[in-house]
């Protein structure tokens, strides 16, 4: 009886051993079939890296972001300028990042071999890049499954460089727009996949334009990701013969000079350079033996292209304008070739944009 017991124990502790590894094996299946699915999801939402610093940036991170909920794309990482002047103040671009939560990264040099092999362990389908500030090396162009596009503020090939916004507004174009380009190593010289115009009034500054060409061109750009993914997107070279350089700004191309330069030319340099570095310049407002007056001018309007009867730089005066059904006063100067500026609004040291007049009756005061 003893031999039949131990038989039959035997038998149902093998059963219950093949009973639970048959539980087991379930589980973990539905453990891989789970993760599989999970892959899948994954999959079908292409990974994406953004890359920009300023502002106008930012608020192209932001649009891309809200697209990305409903869309068949999501931001795995942000990369930006790292924090750097006397203020130590992060880029807006980092500071948006960090309240989306999406994972940050900000190395001094896109060559860092630490920084392209954390880009490579992403898995990167596209990489976006808008005023981002750093040259990207052939081993980064190399890593995005799909390649790098660049949101550009200019109607390429024209104005390539660092300052496509303000050399336009500099040189008095009536006309401008986006580009969305993919990245090569020559600068802004890669295959253009989008263009949209912009007009210009010849009374808007540089970080308005700045502000709509950049939302103009990541509307544009989520439009055209569905033939960058299936590779279907129809792109059109660049006309290198049609060039044109936009360098960067220098702080000494803020002075101006009333009797060598036009009251147009001042104009446009002062909607060009309002963000930086301004446009300063020295007044002698009244007798020949009044103190000389620095002011940082930051609203003009062209009054009159030609007054031959005036002094040459020595006619400044307080005027009245009729503007927008609105009386207003404004500093009148004629400058060296006869022409009139009107000045709006000046920026003191130290403090913040002020109409002329306050500044000047302040001065007065003191």
Same mark, same amino acid.
């Given at each position: 009886? %003893?031999?039949?017991?131990?038989?039959?124990?035997?038998?149902?502790?093998?059963?219950?051993?093949?009973?639970?590894?048959?539980?087991?094996?379930?589980?973990?299946?539905?453990?891989?079939?789970?993760?599989?699915?999970?892959?899948?999801?994954? *999959?079908?939402?292409?990974?994406?890296?953004? $890359?920009?610093?300023?502002?106008?940036?930012? *608020?192209?991170?932001?649009?891309?972001?809200? &697209?990305?909920?409903?869309?068949?794309?999501?931001?795995?990482?942000?990369?930006? =300028?790292?924090?750097?002047?006397? =203020?130590?103040?992060? %880029?807006?671009? =980092?500071?948006?990042?960090?309240?989306?939560?999406? +994972? $940050?990264?900000? +190395? /001094? %040099?896109?060559?860092?071999?630490?920084?392209?092999?954390?880009? /490579?362990?992403?898995?990167?389908?596209?990489?976006?890049?808008?005023?981002?500030?750093?040259?990207?090396?052939?081993?980064?162009?190399?890593?995005?499954?799909?390649?790098?596009?660049?949101?550009?503020?200019?109607?390429?090939?024209?104005?390539?460089?660092?300052? +496509?916004?303000?050399? !336009?507004?500099?040189?008095?174009?009536?006309?401008? @727009?986006?580009?969305?380009?993919?990245?090569?190593?020559?600068?802004? &010289?890669?295959?253009?996949?989008?263009?949209?115009?912009?007009?210009?009034?010849?009374?808007?500054?540089?970080?308005?334009?700045? #502000? *709509? !060409?950049?939302?103009? @061109?990541?509307?544009?750009? $989520?439009?055209?990701?569905? @033939?960058?993914?299936?590779?279907?997107?129809?792109?059109?070279?660049?006309?290198?013969?049609?060039?044109?350089?936009?360098?960067?700004?220098?702080?000494? /191309?803020?002075?101006?000079?009333? #009797?060598?330069?036009?009251?147009? =030319?001042?104009?446009?340099?002062?909607?060009?350079?309002?963000?930086?570095?301004?446009?300063?310049?020295?007044?002698?407002?009244?007798?020949?033996?009044?103190?000389?007056?620095?002011?940082?001018?930051?609203?003009?309007?062209?009054? /009159?292209?030609?007054?031959?009867?005036?002094?040459?730089?020595?006619?400044? #005066?307080?005027?009245?304008?009729?503007?927008?059904?609105?009386?207003?006063?404004?500093?009148?100067?004629?400058?060296?070739?006869?022409?009139?500026?009107?000045?709006?609004?000046?920026?003191?040291?130290?403090?913040?944009?002020?109409?002329? $007049?306050?500044?000047?009756?302040?001065?007065?005061?003191?």
């Amino acid at each position: 009886l %003893s031999v039949y017991l131990q038989i039959l124990i035997i038998s149902l502790i093998g059963l219950n051993q093949i009973t639970m590894l048959k539980l087991g094996f379930r589980t973990t299946l539905l453990r891989k079939s789970r993760r599989f699915c999970s892959g899948l999801q994954n *999959e079908s939402k292409k990974r994406i890296v953004f $890359l920009g610093t300023p502002a106008v940036a930012a *608020e192209s991170l932001q649009t891309l972001y809200d &697209a990305s909920k409903t869309d068949k794309f999501e931001i795995v990482t942000v990369v930006t =300028q790292p924090i750097s002047g006397v =203020q130590k103040k992060p %880029s807006p671009v =980092q500071v948006l990042t960090k309240k989306l939560g999406i +994972p $940050l990264l900000f +190395p /001094e %040099s896109a060559k860092d071999p630490e920084f392209l092999n954390q880009l /490579e362990n992403l898995n990167v389908d596209l990489c976006i890049t808008a005023a981002y500030g750093n040259f990207l090396p052939k081993k980064f162009l190399s890593i995005p499954k799909f390649g790098t596009v660049n949101i550009h503020p200019s109607l390429l090939p024209q104005y390539r460089g660092a300052a +496509p916004v303000q050399r !336009c507004i500099e040189n008095g174009d009536t006309d401008t @727009g986006v580009s969305v380009a993919f990245t090569v190593l020559k600068m802004d &010289a890669g295959p253009i996949i989008t263009q949209v115009p912009y007009k210009l009034t010849g009374n808007e500054k540089a970080p308005q334009v700045l #502000s *709509e !060409c950049f939302d103009l @061109g990541t509307k544009a750009l $989520l439009h055209a990701l569905p @033939g960058i993914f299936s590779n279907s997107i129809t792109t059109t070279p660049q006309d290198d013969s049609m060039k044109s350089e936009a360098p960067k700004i220098n702080k000494q /191309e803020g002075l101006i000079d009333f #009797s060598t330069m036009t009251a147009l =030319q001042i104009h446009n340099k002062c909607r060009a350079f309002t963000d930086w570095p301004g446009i300063m310049c020295t007044l002698q407002i009244g007798p020949e033996d009044s103190p000389l007056i620095n002011m940082k001018i930051v609203t003009t309007v062209v009054l /009159e292209s030609k007054n031959e009867t005036s002094k040459l730089s020595r006619d400044i #005066s307080v005027i009245k304008l009729s503007r927008d059904d609105k009386t207003i006063k404004l500093l009148r100067i004629v400058c060296g070739d006869g022409s009139v500026l009107g000045v709006l609004e000046v920026l003191p040291p130290g403090s913040k944009t002020m109409h002329v $007049l306050a500044y000047l009756n302040g001065i007065k005061s003191t």
